[in-house]
């Protein structure tokens, strides 16, 4: 329950562009709130038939008839998370751009904390040190060398 | 451990990752070249539950489809999506018509013209025993589509038990076949 | 004349004599090592040239078959058109899968020859073997490209006209995007030349550091202007101020960057302390393989996007072959031969080098994190049959605090000294800057009462001011007279500019992005003569026009802007009809005065012929061209870099043949 928290408070930060390809104004909502509300989950649901874009990015067929759904649910007084579930109900965890919490994206979710970890582990193994046998330089090697990094 | 055993064991680990992620990525391009991995496969949450919720704009006289007999069937029947502005709905149509000597099928109009889809079917033989119409595409956002042709497999008693989003050929026939005989 | 010398044919005997030459140029040199042979090794360079000219005149031949409109080509066929300008009939070579890898091969083909040349100064094994893997990696490429996508293929009884090119890719933006893009991945492939030889060599040393990173810093500068230039075009392009998806072609761009970021940084270690030497190959041939298992994660067919070439499995075998060799090769022989490099400096975790392990973790947690997210889906399909998306929500909101964290690393890193730092004499730069960051940030939250933007813009901010004063107190202007100022500031090494300019450069971008959260809407269906406010701005559509361009008919209207009755500018926004293709494409207007964009998008007509409407999509967006201003910034800082006297290796080369008193003293 805990982490749920963080990780809405963690969401909850995030950018919200409110970019749209709403193509005409009878698309839109005429409380100012409502269609920001409107934007803001169309963001999140993928448009189904293009390649990783969301419904109200794009000019599909199908992504303008979602987008109107939403937007009968948003005046409808639905919530975010019902109008969510009606669309995963009908589509889907496909349609979520940002996918679930559960145990099929546990590797995606964990990513970001193993990667910190790991990473740091990685290199923090690499600063150790430790002797180890290395051809050493020739003479003539190491004075080239110096000569190259002279400018120090 | 002793340390050089460790830190081989670590050194090795950017090797793993890859040489995993290149069997993952073999094994998907065998799958695209069999037909058995499809990225742009979507499944549907409605496989193996009972059919929707939904409501037809438009009845065409004469063969009406009905929702609440779709429910009741008592026997298996084949719910296939098609328009008579799109391509592989054409293709799929000759075998459309060899499966329909075989099983009922029903067919939905997806944001199509009435008039439109009825010379589409005088043009290329009607497979459908039921026809309706889904004017705006609600019935087909309650099924789930993202586009046509995409057919359901339905038992009896109104389940789901199969969907296939792309026109319908040979292996997928055969898998209609078998279900058929396992039920 | 000329498309009698430059024929197809002869353009693709060119390609297979490249072919053969590269693969010489592989073996010839390695066995000349290995069996101290020098009259082997010496051919390397003459190989290299020799790969690079045959390269560029099957790339010529190609070209010149466009420009004729030489339809029995079929490649020609499918993606040109005699009324095509004659810009797009040469960079519509690369928009396309057989001509993008012939210019690959060719970039690939330079890169050898240009490291042939300015290398005279290696040691002569390591020269030897850096134009031997070199070779390699062209022969693979040359190989592929002869094998499964030949451009110069002809098709019996040519037809009179070629099908076209998308219209979306006849634009100046696209035209020069790709073969930048692509000279920075292919750039990259000369710092895993390097990284391979060292570890057949068994010798990583602040020499090899010196060595590698111009390189890494060319194609890193190359890389930031190609992924800038792709996400300036799809702002302009895609028509809603959209520049950034999250697209798996846009993610295959960043990967590299990030890793190539963290290279960046960490062969500046390897040269100032001979530290992280081992992680530093890793991060090279790591740098190389994303470059290049996102060229084939694109044209395979497994990761599909908007941006994608025809995909062909057949092809995706090739290249994951290719890969298999390139990258599980590299990374065997790093997990075999690394334990045997020798680690040497430590160091203290306050310092300079601290601070760049702390910039490595985070980029490649980032790097790590973009990987997953792109290759998830697939990987489930696969696995257990699942169908998921990973889209803009779930990179913004992994992404962001990590991003934030590296962004507050950037402020302080660049005041910390090499070796061990003490807290004394940063402690008043990081307060006054901190202030300002803090002070900015809540600033910014009360008047937006965004809290994310706001914590972003504080954070840029302070980058800046950091820099300031990093740069006031090094020159110590007002401690000491002015005089003494000037020649500091004249004495300062380029390479200290490029530093912060490329910092600074993250954060013009940074307050860009920023910017665009508080971009201003409004779509409106109006009749020609009405005005709109938006933004304290007055938008006339002043009228409509309809023209005929070369392949098009166009829509084309004209938008009066001006702010409390004074005129501040015009914008033509169009919609343009390729009856070829039967597509419409939409061309936005836009007009920056570089603290804000004015976007117009033309839409649908409606209504009647007598009295139309039109569907007019207006955008204020405030510091949008900072995203890109800072993107050329960043890439300006590397290319400054390249100029500094201590990387003029290869030119420096003639100078330290003589003997030098300084080297002595140092």
Redesign the interface.
Known sequence: MRLKMVLTM??G??????????????E?LPDHHQEKRAELIG??L?C???????IE?SNA??AK??RK?VRQHVAAGESDHQIMEWM????????????PFNK??L???G??F???IF??M??W??????P????P?DEK?K?????????? | MKSITRRRLLWSVPFATAAVAGGGFWAMLSGLKSGKFDPHEINTPLLNRPIPEFHLDVQPPGMVFNPIILRQINKPILLNFFASWCIPCLLEMENLQKLSSQIDIWGIAYKDKPENAENFLQRNGNPYRYLGNDLKGSVGIEWGISGVPESFLIMPGGMIRWHYPNPLGEAAIHQIHSLLRKS | MLENILSPEAGHFALALACCMAGAQFILPLIGVQTNNRRLINLAPALAWGQFIALAFSFACLVTASICDDFSVLNILQNSASDKPLLYKITGVWGNHEGSILLWALILGICGAVVSSFSQNLPFSLRARVIAILGGSAAGFELFCLTTSNPFKRIWSAPMEGQGMNPLLQDPGLAFHPPILYAGYVGFSVPFAFAIAALIEGRVDAAWGRWVRPWTVLAWSLLTIGITLGSWWSYYILGWGGYWFWDPVENASLLPWLTGTALLHCALVVEKREALKIWTILLAIGTFSLSLSGTFLVRSGILNSVHAFAADPSRGIFILILLAIISGGSLLLFAWRAPNLVQEGIFAPFSREGAIVLNNILLCSMAAVVLTGTLYPPFIQLLTGQSLSVGKPFFDTTLTPIALLLLIGMAIAPLLPFKKARWQPIALPIYIAGGLTVISAVGLYFYAYKILPAIASGIGIGIIISAIIDFIRKITLFQTPLKNSFHRLLGLPRAYFATHLAHIGIAITTLGIVGMAFSQQKIVEIHTGETVHLAGYEWQLSSIQQGIGPNYRSIDATIAISRKGKAVTWLFPSQHYFPRQRQMITNVAIHTNLIADFYVVLGEKRGSNNDPLYILRFYYNPLAPWIWLGGFTMALGGLITLTDRRFRVGILSKKTRKPSTKAKQA
């Open positions: 963690i969401m930060l995030t950018f919200s562009f409110s970019a749209m390809a709403v193509s005409s104004p009878d839109m963001s999140k993928r189904l038939v293009c390649q990783n874009e969301s990015e067929e199908l008839d979602l759904i995963v109900a009908r589509y889907g965890n496909f349609i979520r751009l940002k996918p099929l994206t590797l995606l979710w990513m970001p193993l990667a910190l990473s740091g990685f290199i193994n690499l600063i150790i040190r430790r180890s046998p290395q051809t330089l090697e004075h080239r060398i110096a000569e190259l990094i002279k400018d120090e």
